[in-house]
T-cell receptor, first 116, second 121 residues
Framework: DTAVSQTPKYLVTQMGNDKSIKCEQNLGHDTMYWYKQDSKKFLKIMFSYNNKELIINETVPNRFSPKSPDKAHLNLHINSLELGDSAVYFC???????????????FGPGTRLLVL | AQTVTQSQPEMSVQEAETVTLSCTYDTSESNYYLFWYKQPPSRQMILVIRQEAYKQQNATENRFSVNFQKAAKSFSLKISDSQLGDTAMYFCAFMKPEINAGGTSYGKLTFGQGTILTVHP
């Protein structure tokens, strides 16, 4: 019944490694997002995808590569992890890109990434 | 760029009392949307309430209501009859239509810094 799910919930890894976070939504939404919440709890958008197409990339380093195999999934792959990548990463979705500026975004439970 | 400011890093309230969380924002737009999200210790981001800027009537959802002052660019959240389960971090967020380099319209949430609310028994 979970609307937006993410795996894993926790991820501890060493600097320099590559890791992926998966996101799935069963709401039938067209648009999905990745947000990053830093250690000060500040939330900032990273990417938005609509039906597998990249809509926005908010000046995120190219070590971060989102991949959308279909409109229900948006995965985040991070190469060469750095200490500063430690954060909570949230996936979210909203129904329709054309009206996304007025729609509620529904969030997943978050993935806490710790880079040692 | 839009900014959202929550000037109260922390607030506390006794159970059953009322508390108001402040939020101000800066925009030159007339068409936008405002949201309050709650993040309890479980970390889940939960929508509390939303307000359309074109609506003059303040939104309400059970014990939660907003005081939306468009001219003052203020969007405060009032929680009545506070419950222990209201303990959480509360984020104010703003959204308006944006256009990407390809000319596609989209929306993105801009969040405030958050206010930690503790409800005491």
């Amino acid at each position: 019944d979970t609307a937006v799910s993410q795996t894993p919930k926790y991820l501890v890894t060493q600097m320099g490694n590559d890791k992926s976070i998966k996101c799935e939504q069963n709401l039938g939404h067209d648009t999905m997002y990745w947000y990053k919440q830093d250690s000060k709890k500040f939330l900032k958008i990273m990417f938005s995808y609509n039906n597998k197409e990249l809509i926005i990339n908010e000046t995120v380093p190219n070590r971060f590569s989102p991949k959308s195999p279909d409109k229900a999934h948006l995965n985040l792959h991070i190469n060469s992890l750095e200490l500063g990548d430690s954060a909570v990463y949230f996936c979210a979705s909203s129904q329709d890109l054309r009206t996304s500026y007025q729609e509620t975004q529904y969030f997943g439970p978050g993935t806490r990434l710790l880079v040692l | 760029a839009q900014t959202v400011t929550q000037s109260q890093p922390e607030m506390s309230v006794q159970e059953a009392e009322t508390v108001t969380l402040s939020c101000t924002y800066d925009t030159s737009e007339s068409n936008y949307y405002l949201f309050w999200y709650k993040q309890p210790p479980s970390r889940q981001m939960i929508l509390v309430i939303r307000q359309e800027a074109y609506k003059q009537q303040n939104a309400t959802e059970n014990r939660f209501s907003v005081n939306f002052q468009k001219a003052a660019k203020s969007f405060s959240l009032k929680i009545s009859d506070s419950q222990l389960g209201d303990t959480a971090m509360y984020f104010c967020a703003f959204m308006k239509p944006e256009i990407n380099a390809g000319g596609t319209s989209y929306g993105k949430l801009t969040f405030g810094q958050g206010t930690i609310l503790t409800v005491h028994p």
